[in-house]
């Protein structure tokens, strides 16, 4: 024991994290904790405080010391998150079994990673210590982070870097408005107290209202820590200093705030649904937004991906920085480094070069996945540069999962495009009956259950189903009908190998959609409640060309009608694009009403009142969009008036016209276009 607090000492000099691993029988464990507790008293996470719904919590806070127990299983989106709570002399203490008891894919390979780096080793059972020897092995220089680059208080950056960003967060407010600041870095690199840092500084020379928002209040602990230590005040989540303010508020309530002059902070933005920062990035003429990317958390790379492009376009003048130089603990931190191996972190950016070989089509399995470190590296890799969300827990998943078939799109040595597919093998009868009468749910069976429950299909259940969980392919290759071809791939399996249904689900977009239509999917079911994490409406799509089931087109005609009659509702205030994608491609669900050219001439020439035909030009309007007879600039207003039945008000404001009778007047000539052009 006391060799191992002596070698806790020189870590915590070296301003490196340290890591334990302890092999024992309960009556040391339960005395080696106490110990550490009383080392580290300033504060401590051990597992059974965090379910695993709270762990997005501990982004931006900071403990000392965190206790695991990884004997039954290692959950790696827990290490990965506790991990960059740990300042540079913190420790991690994980209860371990021998290697030779863990069998899965993943877990060796996090045996093999550890054996190249230094952690302390403590196995009780066969009398084995390995500790790491600072004084000896002094490899993790002391990071510039603990000399001040400025001694100006406002400034009190501790390495250039974030010294850029406190000025350039400084200047969006005193700059121009409607130029925004996106930062980015891996966790511990001091993004947080950079935006305390200019919050005093703003707040000490301006009149200036700063809110500070994230996906939990939690996330900003460390904002408001350097702004009561700034202030010399207790900590609070709202602070005021002269004529400025400063406080907390939840994405939802800073949409709807509107006093001015405001700053607004997003912290930890890449775990805030996409719609909603949108929303924030409109709402506010001067933003910052900060967030962990390329870390293990695995939320920041769809914010890189779609929101990056949509303030791009938005707002040209948009400043992007990322910081690189850690500060919470040394460069070259070796726990840092092992995740980043473990993790496959390094590797984010997959291969642009463009090939000259032949494609070849390859189906493989975890195994050999797990015997592949190249070929993993960039199937993992693509996955993440592609999706919105990919966790660690993810790549434990493809290594692990035993019902899971990888599809493989190859050129040379070079992965172009790949995709998983986990196969849902039917239930037998007596579990079928209990899950159809809601007594039991089972885990995995995504699909399979969903749609048997939401169609009233009992026998749905007695199928088997191939769900295809991801697919991607590399951002310079994607006109080359790659997506394609391993969708054809995934139909010649599911004939071979007796699936009756194939099928999908992601959150709706219209470029996701057009893809799956145009290869032949079709739309089964729209979720009435927007996802968590991306802020949409999750939409469930069947392979129409796999026809082994008997019902298949009852489930579309279902969903035609359920689509239809709910974009006046649950779907009111959805954007258009995608609503009109789905309109483009569902076969109309109701005849046309007699006559109907008749009544619409007449509302048009005044003879009768708009509400008296509202119900006859949706029933025409579906139909002609769905005859490719309108496009999307031409009936935009007709899909926001006639179909979403969105006030006068609203359809004024959306296409800047004043009031009813203008903006009646602009619906008559969009309807008379499309009749036009039907005639």
Same mark, same amino acid.
């Given at each position: 024991?006391?060799?191992?607090?002596?070698?806790?000492? !020189?870590?915590?000099?070296?301003?490196?994290?340290?890591?334990?691993?302890?092999?024992?029988?309960?009556?040391?464990?339960?005395? &080696?904790?106490?110990?550490?507790?009383? !080392?580290?008293?300033?504060?401590?996470?051990?597992?059974?405080?965090?379910?695993?719904?709270?762990?997005?919590?501990?982004?931006?806070? =900071?403990?000392?010391?965190?206790?695991?127990?990884?004997?039954? @299983?290692?959950?790696?989106?827990?290490?990965?998150? $506790?991990?960059?709570?740990?300042?540079?002399?913190?420790?991690?203490?994980?209860?371990?079994?021998?290697? $030779?008891?863990?069998?899965?894919?993943?877990?060796? %390979?996090?045996f093999l990673t550890l054996k190249k780096f230094k952690f302390n080793f403590l196995d009780l059972f066969e009398q084995k210590y390995q500790y790491f020897n600072i004084s000896k092995n002094n490899v993790y220089p002391r990071n510039l982070s603990n000399p001040v680059i400025s001694q100006n208080e406002c400034f009190q950056a501790k390495t250039e870097e974030q010294l850029y960003m406190v000025k350039q967060v400084i200047k969006v407010y005193e700059g121009r408005s409607k130029r925004p600041l996106i930062v980015t870095a891996s966790r511990g690199r001091g993004k947080s107290t950079g935006l305390a840092l200019a919050a005093f500084y703003l707040m000490s020379n301006h009149k200036v209202n700063i809110i500070v928002t994230s996906p939990h209040k939690n996330n900003v602990v460390a904002v408001f820590n350097k702004l009561a230590e700034l202030f010399r005040e207790c900590f609070n989540w709202k602070f005021e200093f002269q004529n400025?303010?400063?406080?907390?508020?939840?994405?939802?309530?800073?949409?709807?705030?509107?006093?001015?002059?405001?700053?607004?902070?997003?912290?930890?933005?890449?775990?805030?649904?996409?719609?909603?920062?949108?929303?924030?990035?409109?709402?506010? /003429?001067?933003?910052?937004?900060?967030?962990?990317?390329?870390?293990?958390?695995?939320?920041? %790379?769809?914010?890189?991906?779609?929101?990056?492009?949509?303030?791009?376009?938005?707002?040209?003048? $948009?400043? &992007?920085f990322e910081l690189h130089e850690p500060i919470r603990w040394s460069t @070259?931190?070796?726990? =840092?480094?092992?995740?980043?191996?473990?993790?496959?972190?390094?590797?984010?950016?997959?291969?642009?070069?463009?090939?000259?070989?032949?494609?070849?089509?390859?189906?493989?399995?975890?195994?050999?996945?797990? /015997?592949?470190?190249?070929?993993?590296?960039?199937?993992?890799?693509?996955?993440?540069?592609?999706?919105?969300?990919?966790?660690?827990? @993810?790549?434990?998943?493809?290594?692990n999962k035993g019902n899971l078939v990888v599809f493989l799109v190859m050129e040379g040595d070079t992965l172009l495009g790949c995709a998983l597919v986990e196969k849902e093998y039917n239930f037998s009868k007596e579990d079928s009956l209990n899950i159809f009468r809601g007594r039991k749910r089972t885990k995995g069976n995504l699909l399979q259950q969903s749609l048997s429950v939401y169609c009233n299909q009992f026998d749905l259940l007695l199928n088997n189903?191939?769900?295809?969980?991801r697919i991607a392919v590399l951002n310079n290759r994607r006109q080359e009908k790659i997506g394609s071809g391993l969708i054809n791939q995934i139909r010649k399996w599911a004939t071979i190998n007796?699936?009756?249904?194939?099928?999908?689900?992601?959150?709706?977009?219209?470029?996701?959609?057009?893809?799956?239509?145009? /290869?032949?999917?079709?739309?089964?079911?729209?979720?009435?409640?927007?996802?968590?994490?991306?802020?949409?409406?999750?939409?469930?799509?069947?392979?129409?060309?796999?026809?082994?089931?008997?019902?298949?087109?009852?489930?579309?005609?279902? &969903?035609?009608?359920?689509?239809?009659?709910?974009?006046?509702?649950?779907?009111?205030?959805?954007?258009?694009?995608y609503l009109y994608t789905i309109l483009l491609n569902i076969k109309l669900p109701f005849e046309s009403f007699p006559d109907e050219n008749t009544y619409i001439k007449k509302y048009l020439n005044g003879q009768m009142h708009y509400e008296f035909v509202e119900f006859i030009l949706k029933q025409w309007l579906i139909k002609v969009i769905y005859q490719k007879k309108a496009s999307l600039e031409n009936c935009s207003i007709l899909i926001l008036k006639i179909i979403q039945s969105k006030d006068w008000t609203i359809c004024a404001k959306k296409n800047n016209l004043n009031g009813r009778r203008e903006t009646e007047k602009f619906l008559k000539q969009k309807i008379s276009i499309l009749l036009n052009q039907k005639n």
């Open positions: 024991m006391k060799k191992i607090l002596e070698t806790l000492e !020189q870590t915590q000099k070296a301003n490196i994290r340290n890591v334990i691993f302890v092999r024992s029988k309960d009556t040391f464990w339960v005395s &080696f904790i106490e110990t550490l507790k009383k !080392q580290f008293s300033k504060s401590f996470v051990q597992q059974e405080y965090y379910q695993k719904n709270q762990l997005n919590k501990l982004l931006g806070d =900071e403990v000392d010391l965190v206790i695991l127990d990884f004997r039954l @299983d290692i959950d790696i989106n827990l290490l990965s998150i $506790c991990s960059g709570s740990i300042p540079g002399n913190g420790c991690i203490v994980i209860r371990i079994n021998h290697p $030779c008891e863990y069998s899965d894919n993943f877990s060796k %390979r996090f400025s303010s400063i406080q907390y508020m939840s994405p939802e309530d800073a949409v709807k705030y509107n006093i001015r002059p405001c700053l607004l902070f997003v912290d930890e933005a890449a775990s805030i649904p996409i719609e909603i920062l949108k929303e924030l990035a409109l709402s506010f /003429n001067r933003v910052v937004f900060s967030s962990t990317v390329h870390g293990y958390e695995g939320t920041g %790379r769809g914010f890189e991906i779609k929101f990056k492009k949509f303030m791009k376009i938005k707002f040209p003048n $948009c400043n &992007f @070259d931190d070796p726990l =840092e480094s092992w995740l980043d191996e473990l993790l496959l972190v390094n590797d984010i950016s997959p291969s642009n070069m463009i090939g000259t070989f032949n494609k070849k089509f390859l189906k493989v399995d975890n195994n050999y996945l797990s /015997n592949n470190e190249n070929i993993l590296k960039q199937v993992f890799t693509l996955l993440v540069d592609s999706h919105y969300q990919t966790q660690p827990s @993810d790549l434990k998943q493809l290594l189903f191939g769900r295809i969980m007796a699936i009756d249904i194939v099928g999908t689900s992601f959150g709706i977009d219209s470029e996701l959609l057009n893809f799956w239509f145009s /290869n032949n999917y079709k739309p089964v079911k729209l979720g009435i409640h927007k996802d968590a994490s991306s802020g949409l409406y999750s939409i469930v799509m069947l392979d129409s060309k796999i026809k082994r089931y008997d019902e298949f087109e009852r489930l579309f005609d279902l &969903f035609n009608y359920s689509f239809v009659n709910s974009l006046s509702s649950t779907y009111k205030n959805e954007p258009i694009d």
